[in-house]
């Protein structure tokens, strides 16, 4: 798969990809009901039609030309050096083939000039932990409403990029 731009005729193939993702990792910890529920609201085509002009960010997908198996969406926070990874996710059947990483790459090198990238994260998500732990995040906090509006735990984590 390469990484390339978000663009609008991807839109419907993300949101299936962010539904079915979002099932998959949080239908055991936040109940099917509640996953469709957030999905239907942060998921749906106008909130991710918003995000391709949003200024100071990048959306990303990874494509092979028949599908699109992971996406990412960064913005710069008020602070320019700081930017938020607000979505990393990689479908389930292509998880552990390095589009993670790949997407993760991309968004570092897009945003030059800062030196702090920071995402939430769900800590019962084990295995999103793990993964940026592995790939140099480190624990900065925690937040109760993650995402800014959900009313979600997350556990903070940065790391220096630049």
């Known amino acids: 798969m390469f990484v390339r731009t ?3 005729r991807d839109l419907v193939a993300i949101r299936a990809l962010l539904v079915e993702t979002w099932h998959a990792t949080y239908d ?3 109940g099917a009901a509640k996953v469709t529920e957030i999905s239907d609201e942060w998921h749906s085509i106008a909130p991710l039609k918003a995000r391709l002009t949003r200024p100071n960010s990048e959306f990303l997908v990874a ?3 028949k599908r699109i198996g992971g996406m990412a969406f960064a913005a710069a926070t008020t602070d320019a050096k700081i930017v938020m990874l607000n979505q990393l996710y990689v479908h389930p059947a292509y998880q552990r083939q390095g589009i993670g ?3 993760l790459e991309e968004v570092e090198a897009s945003f030059p000039e800062a ?3 920071r995402v939430e994260v769900e800590e019962a998500n084990a295995p999103s932990v793990a993964f940026y732990r592995s790939k140099g995040f480190l624990p900065a906090g925690n937040t109760a409403d993650r995402g800014g509006g959900s009313g979600l735990p997350a556990l903070i984590l940065e790391k220096a990029i630049g």
């Open 6 to 8: 978000a663009s609008e």
């Open 28 to 30: 055991a910890i936040y």
């Open 63 to 65: 494509d092979d030309g």
């Open 101 to 103: 990483q790949a997407l």
């Open 115 to 117: 030196r702090t990238l």
